[in-house]
Every structure is written in C-alpha cells, then in structure tokens.
C-alpha cells in the first residue's frame, strides 16, 4: 500500500489496522432492524418538511436500505486507506490506544496536517479528500502528510476514562502527543470542524508542537462589549441562523450533556433509535441531503464500533446548561495568537460572524462559500482541501522561523 513510509523523525511504529467486522455482528445488525418496529404515523412524522423530526416514509425508508446495506463494499473501501493503531500513554500514565488513517509523504519538506472530525462524524468525513490526495499525488509528490484520527470514544480508538471526568483538553494533549510520536514535534497544522474545531483551538492555544489552525467552524455567543455596528448584513444573518437553531434544533445537545447515560442506552440497544437520531442530523445539517449510503456507512460504524454510549462526552463541556458557561470559542485562555484559517459554509447549523470569529484570534486566511453545510469535508471535499492548502500556502512558510 502507497503512502505508508512514517518520516524518519517517528518515534514509533504504529501497528497497520484492518477494519474486520465479524459476520455475526453483521448478521445481528440486519436482524435486530427487520424485528425492529416502527412508530405508528403521528401528524408531527406525517410533515414532509420535517419540522418536527425525520419522516414515517424516510425512516421505513432507510430501515429497508440498511437492511440489505452491504457493510462488506464499504469496509473494503475504507481499507484501501492506510490505517493504524498505536499506544499513547496520557501524563498520568493512562494509555490510549489511537487510531488514526494516514498518507505520508516521502516529500522532506511535507507539511503535516492533522485533521479532526466532530459528532455524529468520524474519521470517514475526511474519505474524500483522502481519495483526492491520493490521486492527484503520488508518495514522492504528495506536499503533506495527512492524519485523520478517530478521537477517544469514537471509531477504533480507546474511550474515555471511566473513572474520572476527560475533557477536550485532555483529548488535545493525547493528539498532540500522537503527532510528536509520528515524528512531527517540530510543527504541524491542525483541521477541524464541529468538535474538531475546539479541540483544534486547544492544541492551537496549548501546545508549541500546533503551529497554526485551520477550521469551518466557530460556535460562540456574542463577545463582551461586542460593538454591533460592526456586523455586516450577512453577520446578522448569521447570527439570526444560529439563534434559530439554537432555539428549535439544539434540544438533542442539551440531552447529550444532561443525560447522556440514559440515551446511550436508548440508542446502543436499537438501531432504528440509532437511525433516527443520527440520520435526522444528516439530513438537517447539510446543504443537500447526503446519498442514504453516507449516512447508512456513518450509522453502521457507529454500531459496530458501539461507540454512540462514548461519543456525547465532549458536550457536557461544549453545551451551555449552565448560566456562567463560557464556551472554548469564547474563552480568552483559549485565544489564538498563531495563524489562523477559517472556512465559511452558508448552512453551517451554528454559524458566527466574521466580527466575532476575529475576537478569537488574528485572521490570517478567511473565506466564504456559497454552498455547503456543516459536513463540510464530505460536502465540499474539494473546496475544503482548496481552502487548506490555500491557507497552509500563505502561513507556513512563517511558522518555523
């Protein structure tokens, strides 16, 4: 397989991974969805405009397609990607194991990426600009090398603890450790999206090995003393789309930070439980509703993996329950003062204006798009890479003098 040399500046040898789902796990999938019953119709899943959540005909829909969904085509694919697992052992000597998919280049100069997906994404967010990369460029040409890992409690990697309470900084400092095994303590950039981004902001923020950041998206309130003359007609409409959502989508947020074990339940034990509530965010949060095998490939890692329980962790530290809540965006110990990127998509769900993303840290890179959601690496896989190889362009040269 390409795209496989580590860099001579590695520290370890991460173990090549294969995902293997066994056949029993497959064929139990497939049974617990035909035994699985549907909801009688209601006015509110009668809606076709969803308002008040998915639809009777979308989810007899998707039950039937995730019935015969052929995990095995999609696991193949997901094997044409070099992918590792590899022990991190956290300052209290906890260890992790990670898993991460990789290109590395054979390039000397290569500039390392490492790029983080949020909930209810994974690693298979960045598969497209993967499958990009790996086309346009060959290990001797590929300008980068690329780390997309599976954050604790997702995908193949380890969970949380469960003897004490873990938060994103903890996340950031297993990641950049990582990164430093990898053989890159020198310097690299970091990619992030919904929970990737804050977790992006801390390595950004707390780790000298994070030279600069790149993210699509920045969830904030309005900064103090914030003077709203500033705001342009598009940052009001900005702020109007979050306060929406906020209002009338944002209840499943507060439930995964208030009550996390008691949907973790609920969801790990039912797949169609699992298929509404995960697929109703793919339909809601992208510009365009996503092919039914996108989110069919995202709802069956969640349940191989049976890591949907391990997932809702960060939102106890991202979700405002509390009233003094100071969020990770807004938070001065947080601010960034390295190079900083940011990628605009009209349908993100949560939204801020440029004004305010400014108060966060001095924008070196900014740019607005037309089209796209909040699944931007799946959505937009080629205007995102655009965006990130624009920005890595214009900001490393100055990063490691």
Not at 202 to 214: M, Q, R, T
Request: charged letters at 20%; a negative charge.
């Amino acid at each position: 397989m390409s795209f496989t040399r580590l860099p001579a500046t590695a520290k370890t040898a991460p173990t090549p991974f294969k995902v293997a789902v066994p056949d029993a796990a497959i064929q139990e999938l497939r049974t617990l969805l035909k035994l699985a019953r549907v909801a009688p119709p209601t006015y509110e899943s009668l809606r076709s405009d969803r308002k008040f959540g998915v639809t009777t005909e979308w989810i007899k829909s998707a039950k039937a397609e995730w019935e015969s969904f052929d995990w095995r085509k999609f696991e193949r694919h997901i094997n044409t990607f070099p992918q590792y697992l590899t022990p991190v052992i956290d300052t209290d000597g906890t260890s992790f194991n990670l898993h991460f998919l990789a290109l590395f280049s054979e390039k000397p100069d290569a500039v390392p990426i490492l790029m983080l997906h949020g909930w209810p994404g994974s690693f298979l967010e960045f598969l497209p600009i993967l499958s990009l990369l790996s086309a346009r460029y060959t290990p001797a040409t590929l300008p980068y090398h690329i780390i997309v890992p599976s954050i604790p409690g997702y995908g193949f990697s380890s969970p949380a603890p469960l003897d004490r309470e873990f938060q994103l900084q903890d996340v950031a400092r297993l990641l950049n450790t990582l990164m430093a095994q990898l053989g890159f303590a020198d310097g690299y950039v970091v990619q992030g999206g919904d929970i990737g981004s804050q977790i992006a902001r801390i390595l950004v923020s707390e780790h000298a090995s994070c030279k600069a950041i790149h993210m699509n998206f920045c969830y904030m309130t309005k900064p103090a003393d914030f003077d709203a003359s500033r705001l342009s007609e598009r940052d009001s409409a900005t702020i109007a789309r979050s306060d929406e959502f906020a209002r009338s989508g944002a209840s499943y947020a507060f439930e995964q930070a208030t009550r996390p074990a008691t949907l973790g339940f609920a969801l790990a034990s039912s797949p169609l439980a699992l298929l509404a509530w995960i697929g109703e965010k793919f339909l809601d949060w992208t510009d365009e509703d996503p092919p039914m095998a996108t989110i069919l490939e995202s709802l069956s890692l969640y349940w191989f993996t049976d890591t949907i329980a391990t997932s809702f962790y960060p939102y106890r530290q991202t979700t405002p329950v509390d009233p003094n809540h100071v969020g990770i965006s807004n938070n001065p110990a947080w601010r960034i003062t390295k190079p900083f990127g940011f990628s605009s998509f009209p349908r993100e769900i949560l939204p801020s204006p440029r004004a305010w993303i400014e108060t966060t840290g001095t924008l070196a890179f900014y740019r607005e798009h037309d089209t796209g959601g909040h699944f931007a690496a799946f959505e937009r896989p080629e205007v995102l890479l655009k965006d990130v190889e624009d920005f890595v362009a214009q900001v490393w040269p100055e990063c490691n003098k």
